[in-house]
Each structure stands twice: as C-alpha cells, then as structure tokens.
C-alpha cells in the first residue's frame, strides 16, 4: 500500500460554502456550511469480511488521505449500500459517536456495529429524507443490488441528494447506467456530482464505464464532477489508471469541471 498522493488540509475549510476532499474509493468528506458529512467510509486495508482478528478480502492499494483518527467529526454518515467496499464495519466503529448521525439504505441498520453509540441511524427508501438543521438528505433509486453475502438480496441501495441553504450535493454510491438521475435536474443545478467510475470491467451491468458516469452527471445538471470508485481498491479488471484516463477523455474540452482526479485532492465551492 503506497500513501495517497495529496492530504487535504480541512483545518482550513471555513463555516460557509461548500467544500470536499477525496479520501479515497468511495470515501468522500463534505463541508457544506460548517456541516461535516462523510459517504461510505472505508479506512481499512482490507475490503471484505471482516473477522476476530482480520479482514479477508481485497487489499487496499493506496492509503486513506486522511487517517480515521484525524478525520473531523462528521455530523452526517451516509452509505449507499451494504457491499463491502461501501459498507466497512471496522470504521463504522470507530465513527461511532453521540453527535454522528448515520444514514443508511432500507434493510441494512442491522449491519451497524455499536448503533446505540450513534446519535441516530436512519434507514431512508427511495425519495425518504432526513433533515439535519438546515441540511437535507434524500435517497434516489439507481441500477444496482445491495445483498452483502449474496443471498440477502432484500437489502436496499441508494444515492443520495444532499442539499442546504444553496448548496446542491448529489451521491451516486454505487451503479451502472440508468435514465433516473435526469428526474434528478431541475432548474437549480448540481454544485458537485460524486460519481464512481471504476469495477466497470466486466461488471458493466453493476458499475457504469467513466464515458457513462460523465453523461449522468451532465443528465443530472452537474456543474463540477468528483469521480470515485477508482484506483483504491482492485475491483475490476481494468488498468488501475485506466478509469481516470477515459473520464478525462469523455470530459473533453470541459476537463476543467472535474474536481479532482487523485486521492486527497480537494475542491471548493463558494
């Protein structure tokens, strides 16, 4: 495991506009006006089963940006799905905290350790929400399956939109291609699209490519786009550059509306 390229510096993210820093894989933290969230929250070196004394699974190629014991506290947890590489129950507990708030797909609260530690988990189904303060939540149908072990198929999966004051946030979490994030836009855009490009090969029917990720943010009104899902973990049988590279490309002459391409790079938004 090689350490992450860039360590964003949160110390000097202020209590208004809208900042982010790649964490790695899915892991994304978010300041929208002083209000701390983090999505799908994986500092393991491992992505998998998690044991007694170890986790079996994929090994971790490059670092977390941040470790879990300097990350800020976040008011919200979101996660999208109960997979593994998502779902980390190993930094769930160590989040675990009275002022977190965690919010989760339909049929998955039982998964989270020490919830009673948690100031609250919510289990939210498609078009639910939850509000903290001023903040909105709402989970949105995408194109994949949320079964942990393979045979508890009933569990949910979502994205996510994430709204306060005139900040616009959407998650896709984990899907493939799917019509449903044009009902997403309306006539107020999307500030930032978290969007996962990678595990697409030869998992296309589960994961989008890099060229679709980039039509559903655009679809959905995206002003900048934060890929993820890439270079983390070995997921798919693509090149580990490969999926950055091709969304470059789809992005064209508009590259300049990606908000980050390596892990621990940040962006902000006034």
């Known amino acids: 495991m090689v350490p992450a390229p860039f360590l964003p510096d949160t110390s000097s993210w202020g209590d208004e506009g809208l900042y982010a ?73 160590k989040l675990a905290h009275p002022e977190t708030r965690l919010i989760t797909a339909c049929g998955t609260s039982d998964l989270v350790p020490l919830r009673r530690r948690f100031r609250a988990v919510h289990e939210a189904g498609w078009e639910e929400g939850v509000r903290i303060g001023s903040m909105g939540i709402t989970a949105f149908e995408v194109n994949h399956w949320g079964a942990r072990y393979g045979s508890d198929t009933w569990r949910g999966y979502n994205g996510y939109v994430i709204e306060s004051g005139r900040y616009r946030v959407l998650f896709a979490g984990d899907t493939a291609l799917t019509d449903r994030f044009r009902a997403l836009k309306r006539q107020r855009p999307f500030d930032l699209a978290i969007m996962p490009i990678g595990a697409y090969n030869p998992r296309i029917h589960h994961h989008c490519s890099p060229e679709q990720a980039w039509r559903m943010a655009n679809e959905a009104g995206a002003e900048r786009i934060l890929p993820v899902h890439h270079q983390t973990f070995p997921l798919g049988q693509e090149p580990p550059h490969e999926p950055i590279e091709r969304f470059h490309e789809a992005a064209g002459s508009q590259a300049d509306r990606i908000a980050a391409s390596r892990i621990g790079e940040q962006v902000r938004i006034l």
């Not at 701390?36 to 670092?63: N, Y």
């Not at 940006?65 to 919200?76: G, Q, V």
Request: proline share 7%.
């Open 21 to 93: 820093a790649w964490l790695g894989h899915s892991t994304v933290l978010l300041k929208i006006d002083g209000r701390m969230v983090l999505t799908d929250p994986i500092f393991s070196r491992r992505a998998g089963v998690h044991l007694r004394v170890c986790t079996m699974g994929l090994r971790r190629r490059v670092a977390p940006a941040l470790a879990i014991d300097n990350l800020p506290r976040p008011d919200a947890i979101v996660l999208s799905h109960a997979h593994m590489d998502h779902f980390d129950i190993p930094s769930l507990r």
